[in-house]
Nanobody
């Protein structure tokens, strides 16, 4: 089955850290730019961070820069999102998307416009 799968979500206390993983099933993620998005209940989906296919260029939304770090390990075919100093407002479902077009990943698009879009993993920040 060809799909993107996110993992690593869960419950974390405020100020804690969590690392999410985005992995591909049925295809090779190495040739794709990957972006992370999140959607909280009642709110619109927002872009968080993105990385080009080689891992040499990363991009972040300004409000999260310094707390979130995106990286990839192409040997393993995985992309990661490390979340540090988490806050209750980080609670959301986190999705990854993959596309050969880096600009589409960076600038955003409709979910169905990406080459691949994962089902998401729930992150809850609470004491």
């Amino acid at each position: 089955q060809v799909q993107l799968v996110e993992s690593g979500g869960g419950l974390v206390q405020p100020g804690g850290s969590l690392t999410l993983t985005c992995a591909a099933s049925g295809f090779t993620l190495n040739n794709y730019a990957v972006g992370w998005f999140r959607q909280a209940p009642g709110k619109e989906r927002e872009g968080i961070a993105s990385v080009d296919s080689t891992g040499s260029r990363t991009y972040y939304v300004d409000i999260l820069r310094g707390r979130f770090t995106v990286s990839r390990d192409n040997a393993k075919g995985m992309v990661f999102l490390r979340m540090d100093n988490t806050r209750p407002e980080d609670t959301a479902v986190y999705h990854c998307a993959a596309d050969r077009d880096l600009q589409k990943i960076r600038l955003g698009a409709k979910v169905w416009e990406y080459d691949y879009y994962g089902q998401g993993t729930q992150v809850t920040v609470s004491s």
